[in-house]
Every structure is written in structure tokens, then in C-alpha cells.
């Protein structure tokens, strides 16, 4: 049974920082491209960062360039998110996709999130 559970969200002052972490269970997320996404009160979903399978490439969206890191372990079937310099517009849930193509096929998995608020 395929699971993706985030954890490590909370309630932090401007300018913190919070390390997300995602594990998944019943799958290896080693050919899956893993991102994070967020998504505040009254606006659509956001894809915040993405990694690449072996881990070489990454992308984030421009608002949270130089803040935030995305990492993955892919022994441990884990991704990471080590948010810095927090601001009160990154406070939204988080929400960890693990996605992947295979002979026409799409796997795409989704975790139930966890809330950021940045807040003084």
C-alpha cells in the first residue's frame, strides 16, 4: 500500500527557519521525480521545488530561490525541504508528489500535508 507522509511543519517567526521531511512507503521513490507544493487559503496549489531522480537537478520557483533547499535520500525513501528565512507569504500547507512515467503509465502520489505559518 502506497503511503507519502509529510511531517515537520509548525508555527514560526519571520525570518526561521523548518525542515519538511516526506517519507514514502510502498514504492521506491529512487525513479521518481519528488517535489514540494503549498497552497494558502483561497489560492490554487503551488509547486514550490522539484528534484530530479538521482538528486543532480532542482527547481524552484522564484520566491523562495537562495531560501529554501530541496535534498532526497532515496536509501532512506525520503525528501527533505529545509525552508530558511521564513516569510509570513510562505505560510500555506505543504504537500509532498512523488511522480513517474513508466511505458506510458503515470504514478503520481500526493501526501495529505503539513501546515507552515509564519507568523510574529
Known amino acids: 500500500q502506497v503511503h507519502v507522509v509529510e511531517s515537520g511543519g509548525g508555527l514560526v517567526q519571520p525570518g526561521g527557519s523548518l525542515r519538511l521531511s516526506c517519507a514514502a512507503s510502498g514504492f521506491t521513490i529512487s525513479n521518481y521525480i519528488m517535489s514540494w507544493y503549498r497552497q494558502a487559503p483561497g489560492n490554487e496549489r503551488e509547486l514550490v521545488a522539484t528534484?530530479?531522480?538521482?538528486?543532480?537537478?532542482?527547481n524552484y520557483t522564484d520566491s523562495v530561490k537562495g531560501r529554501f533547499t530541496i535534498s532526497r535520500d532515496n536509501v532512506k525513501n525520503t525528501v527533505n525541504l529545509q525552508m530558511n528565512s521564513l516569510k509570513p507569504e510562505d505560510t500555506a500547507a505543504y504537500y509532498c508528489n512523488a511522480r513517474h512515467v513508466w511505458l506510458g503509465r503515470i504514478f503520481n502520489y500526493w501526501g495529505r500535508g503539513t501546515q507552515v505559518t509564519v507568523s510574529s
Open positions: 528534484i530530479g531522480s538521482i538528486g543532480s537537478i532542482t
